[in-house]
C-alpha cells in the first residue's frame, strides 16, 4: 500500500511537470524525427515509473521491516495494559542503535527458542542491576521498584536471592506480575539483548485498552 501510494503520488507530479514543461513542437519536423522525438521521452517517463516504484517498493519495505512487525499477546501477563489477543506493532529497528531501558515493553524469545510464541514483557532491570524480592516487593539496586504498582508478589522465583545481570542482560517482568511467566522462571532467566526482537511501540484496542502509543 506504502508503495503504491508513494508511486502514484510522484507520477502525478512528473506527468503534470512534463505536460507543462516539455518543449513546443516544432513546425516543419518530418515524421522520422517526429517519431525519434516521442520514442525517447515515452521510454525516459517509462524508465523513471520503474525507478520511482522500485524505490518506492524498497522504502515501503525498510519501513514495515523497521516498525510494522504486527503480533498479537499471549496471555493475560501484561494486563491491564495489554489484553490476550490485542495486537501489537514493533520496532525492530530501534535496538541495533541503542540499548532497551527501563521501562520498555519489549518482545523476545525465551533462551532464542524460535519454536515458542513471543513473550512481551517490561525491562525492569538492565545491564549491572542486581534485582531481588523480599516480602512480596521488588527492589532493583536495594531501592523498591516503583516505575509500576505491582500486587504483593507471591512467588520471587530465582529472584528470592539477589540476581545480578551481566553485559547484555535484562530482568523483564509482566505487569500482572501473578500471572506471569517471566524472569523470575528458571525456564526464562534475564533475557539476552540478542533474543529480544524488538519494542512493542503501538497497540491496537481491546478491553479497555483503546487505541494508541504503548506507555
Known amino acids: 500500500i506504502l508503495s503504491l501510494f508513494f508511486s502514484g503520488c510522484i ?3 512528473r506527468f503534470d511537470f512534463y505536460r507543462k514543461d516539455r518543449p513546443m513542437r516544432r513546425k516543419g519536423l518530418s515524421f522520422r524525427q517526429k517519431k525519434k522525438l516521442i520514442s525517447a521521452s515515452l521510454m525516459k517517463e517509462i524508465w523513471s515509473y520503474v525507478f520511482i516504484t522500485l524505490a518506492a ?4 519495505f525498510v519501513i514495515i521491516f523497521c516498525v510494522g512487525m504486527r503480533t498479537s ?7 491491564p495494559v495489554l489484553y490476550n489477543g490485542q495486537e501489537i506493532l514493533v520496532n525492530r529497528f530501534i535496538y541495533r542503535v541503542v540499548a532497551p531501558k527501563v521501562g520498555d515493553v519489549v518482545v523476545f524469545l525465551p ?6 510464541h513471543y513473550y ?3 525491562v525492569v532491570a538492565t ?3 542486581t534485582v531481588q524480592i523480599k516480602n512480596g516487593k521488588l527492589y532493583v539496586n536495594d531501592l523498591l521498584y516503583k516505575d509500576v504498582e505491582y500486587d504483593k508478589i507471591e512467588d520471587a522465583g530465582i529472584a528470592e536471592n539477589p540476581v545480578t545481570l551481566g553485559m547484555n542482560e535484562f530482568f523483564t517482568l509482566g505487569d500482572n506480575i501473578n500471572n506471569s511467566e517471566d524472569s523470575r522462571s528458571g525456564n526464562i532467566g534475564a533475557v539476552s539483548r540478542k533474543n ?10 481491546a478491553g479497555d485498552s483503546p487505541v494508541g502509543l504503548m506507555e
Not at 533462551?111 to 515458542?116: A, P, R, V, W
Not at 529480544?196 to 484496542?205: D, E, L, N, P, R
Open 127 to 129: 545491564s549491572g542491576d
Open 111 to 116: 533462551n532464542g527458542n524460535e519454536n515458542t
Open 57 to 60: 517498493t524498497v522504502l515501503a
Open 196 to 205: 529480544i526482537i524488538g519494542k512493542v511501540w503501538f497497540h491496537m484496542a
Open 11 to 13: 507520477v502525478v507530479y
Open 73 to 79: 499477546v499471549i496471555g493475560v501477563s501484561m494486563e
Open 120 to 122: 512481551v514483557k517490561r
